[in-house]
């Protein structure tokens, strides 16, 4: 017989973290930690393989199910000494959805599931306290109302705010036993005016109606939505936790909370986390009241006037640091945990490795590492390389001038700035509109999701450092300033005010993350500091990986941010970006427009000057380093003058009449340039372009040598290459100018003259291409573009439903096609060292920075990856991942 459900509790568990996939990460570390014999309160697990079945089988139960459950709820019973649905001596649960994955946008967890108008009499009498009792049943009511029943909250709030003011109460604890007693009768009138039928009072019949609602709430929109934008399949299911109730909410002595292992902003090495006294659930992330410190130390530190619990509940404190410091040796990470105290007695009822910040992650995994918890190479392993984006943007300086408007809490590090919308979709819309805006919101819900996604940062005035937001915006690594309570948001108005100072939509603020400041306008940003343990853990990714990383750098600016960030030469400096710039763009067109060999030739000398210092720059900068420059490459249409004025000033520069020039371009005009008169085929038709390029080279290396006293040796690259002929011809311009430079300054310049490879052709043809070239780097955003036959500029049309329906496993142009392209580089790679067994072979498309891509460099044996300059560091630790991860492989 097939097996639906597993039990935990008491020491023991039938499952464990071993076996997310089957429990889903909630119910697999309740099963582990319950075998570790922590306190668990006991329940057990409905496995994804129902939901599986479920949506397979027109949303019904495998048919043993119904019989699991039983003996499992009875298993339960006797562990609690309690029956479920007994009128004198009931069992209560909670039902909580629980994926392999931690999901937001799943159903919430009901608490108190069992209570009805017969057993909450039971329970007051068991406990004592009539005001408990009714306080449960009334958070029932209004959780099952709303997430099984879908009658929502506010039918219930209204009620009890009219109750509140006509009793003049301030606060919810301010009510009685009678007060509660009168609003669940009115509370169970609002469902039954809504539904037309009783609230269920037969707890079997709750029980089956939570259980179907997680399951149901694995296809609703705000779960899809999560699950497309984190790439969880839909296929694998949640698994349904049913556990033994504990109360925090029954008295002074009870409580909840949650708490982390160690500080996940910081990753420093202390109990972080916020509880309050006498509350239930999801109190304390759901911001109704200020949640108190754990530790005295925070306590103290925050400034705050309620008790830490470790001073209210020493014992219970206590007994989460033992049981803290036993999970982190168990898991060898952060963890996370939630728990309650109820009368005294602490409860775990989840733990699981805690998200940090990357800030943190970093310090966590060196600091895991020093203390012998897990190897350095783990360390290394522990950093997700796409998380550094997080450090390697930019903070306010520090030396500007700050006009604070309110402070929040420091949510998520980093800071942003932009204009105020108060609106997900309004932020969605601007994204793509290209504008900056900064998401101000009262709090945050699931249903913001993608209004964060596309907001520079975050700002709440609602909820602590573990509200929605919060949580949300560290793992997506965006600035959050969260809880700025000072700020009045008006939303029917537009506005927000604070400090008596009203901003409007569309008014410009920044955040800081890092301080949980609220700036007044956009502050000027910092570079970030890459010291600590950032250089550290970097330190031992570099010494783990065996690829290069180069930046890819075509100013002296890129040159020294690729050098800040740890490349190790320069894979890609395009030219062509160096004839944009101020005045050159005159003799370039002039260049162009020349009917005739001396007339182009005239026009590159005056650019030749200019290309040499820039070069020269280069080379200062890298220091020896190696610099690969690519000849120039884009279709000569991309310079041609469009407007009137553009080309009065290049005919003057000519003393050519405009009509003429406009004629010129006329010609020039092409219907495919990506696939028309570019790369080598300029240099083929215009070999004094090469010529130029090549002289300003040699004569830059000569000149950088001589003062930095370290050779560079430049890489000339060949674009665009389809046959060795071709690419003969063009190395031959360019020896004969490294002889004559060489004659003409008495220097010899070490040089090495190799391809781009970017079309199919060059990647079949590579052993005859290797006899002449001397490297090969991989052009791969060409080369897909011309093995998919998909053009990078149109593709967003019709790329969308081809990577939604899984037709292809991801974005091309962002994480490399393995099977296509990723074959033709093997290819080229098996045709090129067959020719020459030493040729370096380098990747310099956008996948060069792309983790997946540089997995699969490491497998294609590629020597080297260049990226952008703020991607090294990304590119370092992928590297470093990626040769790790082979040597698992062959250890295996
Ligand atoms: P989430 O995935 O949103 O964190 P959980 O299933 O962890 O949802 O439930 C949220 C909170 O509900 C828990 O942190 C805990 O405070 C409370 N809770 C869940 N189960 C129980 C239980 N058996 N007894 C007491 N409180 C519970
Ligand atoms: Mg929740
Ligand atoms: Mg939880």
Redesign the pocket.
């Known amino acids: 017989m097939a097996k639906w459900v597993y039990t935990f509790g008491d020491g023991k568990a039938e499952g464990d973290a071993g076996m997310k996939n089957l429990l889903g990460g ?1 119910g697999a570390n309740l099963a582990e930690m319950s075998n570790l014999g922590l306190p668990v ?1 006991p ?1 057990f697990t409905i496995s994804t393989d129902v939901c599986t079945h479920y949506y397979a089988h027109e949303r019904t139960y495998p048919e043993e199910l119904k019989g699991q459950v039983e003996t499992a709820l009875a298993h339960v019973g006797k562990l609690t000494g309690r029956v479920f649905g007994d009128a004198a001596n009931p069992l209560l ?2 039902v ?3 994926a392999r994955a ?1 999901m937001p946008g799943m159903m ?2 009901v ?1 108190n599931l069992g209570l009805n108008d017969e057993t909450v009499e039971a329970l007051a009498k068991q406990a004592g306290d009539r005001r408990f009792a009714l306080d449960s049943y009334r958070r029932f009511i209004t959780m099952y109302s709303d997430v099984v029943l879908e009658v929502g909250h506010h039918h219930f709030e209204d009620i009890l705010e009219e109750h509140k003011e006509r009793k003049n109460y301030q606060l919810d604890t301010d009510l009685t036993a009678d007060d509660w007693a009168q609003l669940i009768v009115k509370y169970k009138a609002a469902v039954k005016r809504e539904l037309g039928k009783d609230f269920p009072q037969d707890p079997k019949e709750q029980l089956w109606g939570a259980i179907g609602a997680v399951f149901g709430s694995w296809m609703n929109a705000r779960a899809i939505k999560y699950r497309e934008l984190n790439d969880i399949p839909a296929s694998w299911g949640t698994a349904v ?1 049913v ?6 909410n029954l008295g002074e002595t009870s409580a ?1 909370g ?1 708490a982390f292992t160690r500080n996940p902003s910081t990753g420093a090495k202390e109990l972080y986390g916020e509880f309050l006294i006498n509350a ?3 109190d304390v992330v759901a911001g109704i009241r200020t949640p108190q410190d754990i530790t005295e130390a925070a306590k103290i530190a925050a400034g705050s006037d309620k008790p830490s619990m470790e001073k209210a509940m020493p014992e219970a404190y206590a007994e989460l640091v033992r049981i803290y410091g036993a999970l982190e040796k168990h898991y060898r990470d952060m963890q996370d945990m ?1 728990f ?1 105290v109820e009368s005294g007695k602490l409860w775990m ?2 733990t699981r490795n805690g998200k940090r910040t990357t800030k943190a992650a970093l310090r966590i995994a060196v600091d895991l590492a020093s203390e012998g918890l897990i190897s350095r190479a783990e360390a290394v392993q522990r950093i997700e390389p796409a998380s550094l984006d997080q450090l390697l943007h930019p903070t306010i300086d520090p030396k500007a001038p700050r006009t604070i408007i309110a402070t929040g809490l420091p949510a998520s590090p980093g800071a942003a700035a932009g204009a105020i919308v108060f609106s997900s979709d309004e932020a969605e819309e601007a994204k793509k509109q290209g504008r900056k805006v900064i998401l101000v919101r009262v709090e945050t819900s699931p249903e913001d999701i993608h209004g964060m996604h596309a907001a520079e940062g975050i700002l709440t005035t609602r909820g602590g450092m573990t509200s929605h937001a919060a949580v949300v915006a560290r793992g997506m690594g965006k600035p959050c300033v969260s809880g700025a309570g000072s700020i009045r948001v008006d939303y029917a108005k537009q506005t927000l005010t604070a400090m008596g100072k009203t901003l409007n939509k569309g008014d410009a603020i920044t955040i800081d993350g890092g301080t949980g400041q609220v700036l007044l306008g956009e502050a000027p940003m910092q570079e970030p500091e890459l010291s600590g343990e950032f250089a550290q853990l970097m330190e031992w990714a570099d010494g783990a990986r065996r690829m290069k990383v180069r930046a890819n750098a075509d100013t002296p600016l890129d040159a020294a941010t690729a050098r800040k960030f740890g490349a190790e030469g320069i894979g890609l400096c395009r030219t062509e970006h160096m004839f944009f710039e101020g005045d050159r763009i005159v003799a370039v067109r002039e260049m162009i427009l020349s009917d005739d060999e001396k007339g182009r030739r005239a026009a590159l000398a005056k650019l030749l000057p200019m290309q040499r210092s820039d070069f020269a720059k280069l080379f200062e900068i890298m220091h020896g380093l190696p610099v690969t420059i690519r000849l120039l490459d884009p279709p000569l249409h991309e310079f041609l003058p469009h407007t009137d004025a553009e080309i009065a000033e290049v005919s003057k520069a000519m003393g050519a009449s405009p009509e003429k020039l406009k004629a010129r371009a006329h010609e020039l005009h092409e219907f495919n340039p990506m696939l028309g008169f570019r790369g080598c085929r300029l240099a083929i038709a215009y070999p004094e372009i090469a010529e130029m390029q090549a002289r300003a080279i040699f004569e830059a290396a000569v000149e950088a040598a001589k003062k930095t006293g370290e050779p560079v040796v430049p890489e000339v690259m060949v674009p665009l290459v389809m046959t060795k002929p071709e690419f003969d011809l063009v190395k031959d311009r360019i020896d004969a100018m490294a002889a004559a430079v060489a004659k003409e300054t008495g220097a010899k310049v070490e040089y090495q003259v190799g391809t781009m490879i970017e079309l199919p052709r060059a990647c079949l043809m590579a052993g005859e291409i290797a006899q002449s070239a001397e490297f090969f780097s991989f052009g791969t955003n060409d080369l897909t573009q011309t093995t998919l036959g998909i053009s990078r500029d149109d593709a967003a049309s019709f790329l969308g439903p081809y990577t939604a329906k899984g037709i292809i496993p991801a974005d091309p142009f962002v994480t490399i096609d393995q099977e296509g392209v990723g074959a033709l580089v093997k290819l080229a790679v098996k045709g090129g060292q067959a020719t020459r067994p030493k040729i370096k072979l380098g990747i310099c498309g956008e996948h060069g920075g792309d983790p997946a891509s540089i997995v699969f460099c490491e497998s294609a044996g590629l020597d080297y990856v260049s990226c952008s300059p703020y991607r090294a560091p990304i590119a370092r630790l992928s590297a470093a991942q990626a040769a790790l991860g082979k040597l698992k492989e062959k250890d295996a």
């Not at 556990?243 to 925090?248: E, I, N, W």
């Open positions: 909630k309160p329940g649960v909670s909580r959805s629980g931690s919430d967890t608490l936790n556990q033994a109730m504990v109360f925090g909840t949650v239930q659930g999801e939630e309650t009822l989840q």
